[in-house]
């Protein structure tokens, strides 16, 4: 992938994270993407992430993980749907704390991807480890930018 391909590439992640409802209602926002990584962060909002033990509830921090880890996958350019994902959940993250989880390929198959995931407390604290399957469904054909 082109440099100019890939600029374009992460411009369109932005802008479609910046406007996914599901993203938005979970307040994920993208920090950073290069070929094969991403970082996406999500405030752990009293409101709406955390369960009756008031930590974030393990559905939001599955939530995050996923996404992050589809992005990676989509910084290779490839479209993908999750086969499967296993996640330990390791430590609870407190309500108000702001999350940061990091996607990293370590397979690009020809039809499937295998990504782990680490989330992360503002302190750097491992909270939950994951590993995802992603099936390849197709490619993203952006055009760069003039």
Do not use: W
Not at 36 to 42: C, D, E, I, V, Y
Not at 54 to 73: E, I, K, L, Y
């Amino acid at each position: 992938m082109t440099e100019r391909n890939y600029t374009a590439l992460k411009e369109y992640f932005q802008e479609t994270y910046r406007d996914n409802s599901y993203v938005k209602l979970l307040e994920m926002k993208l920090v950073h993407i290069e070929p094969g990584m991403a970082r996406l962060s999500m405030p752990i909002n009293p409101a709406k992430h955390t369960n009756l033990y008031h930590v974030a509830h393990g559905g939001a921090m599955a939530s995050v993980a996923d996404t992050v880890m589809g992005v990676a996958c989509g910084s290779l350019g490839r479209r993908v749907v999750t086969l499967e994902i296993n996640m330990n959940f390791i430590k609870a993250a407190e309500s108000g704390t702001i999350v940061s989880a990091i996607g990293r390929v370590v397979h690009n198959g020809r039809n499937t991807l295998v990504v782990e995931c680490e989330v992360l407390a503002q302190d750097e604290t491992l909270l939950l480890k994951a590993r995802g399957t992603f099936y390849v469904v197709g490619k993203f054909d952006i055009e760069p930018s003039s």
